[in-house]
């Protein structure tokens, strides 16, 4: 027999009870995180669990690694962007030519 805290956490493994979590946040964090959760029926602890979840699947061993995301990666081109680049004046030659 063990102690009841060693039976308490076979019980939690076991059958993969939900654990409490302390966060301390921004409040306007919260706030839009909230409405957020709310807009897609979950709680924001729902939406923590399944973001944290996204985060740690398949995690790698080497935690410096940052790993992108398959939509992130599917956005690549391959097209190098000068980093002096003015977007607005382009954006401006483009639509002019578009609407001559």
């Not at 493994?13 to 921004?26: E, G, H, V």
């Not at 897609?40 to 995301?69: M, P, V």
């Not at 690549?76 to 030659?93: A, C, F, M, R, W």
Request: aromatic fraction near 12%.
């Amino acid at each position: 027999m063990g102690t009841i805290s060693t039976k308490i956490y076979f019980i939690y493994r076991k059958f993969n009870i939900d654990a409490k979590l302390t966060l301390k946040l921004d409040q306007e964090i919260i706030k839009k995180a909230k409405k957020y959760a709310s807009r897609r029926k979950l709680s924001l602890s729902r939406l923590i669990e399944n973001y944290l979840g996204s985060l740690t699947s398949g995690q790698k061993n080497d935690d410096d690694e940052i790993e992108i995301s398959p939509f992130v990666k599917s956005l690549q081109t391959g097209v190098n962007i000068p980093s002096d680049l003015d977007y607005k004046k382009e954006y401006h030659k483009y639509l002019t030519e578009k609407y001559k």
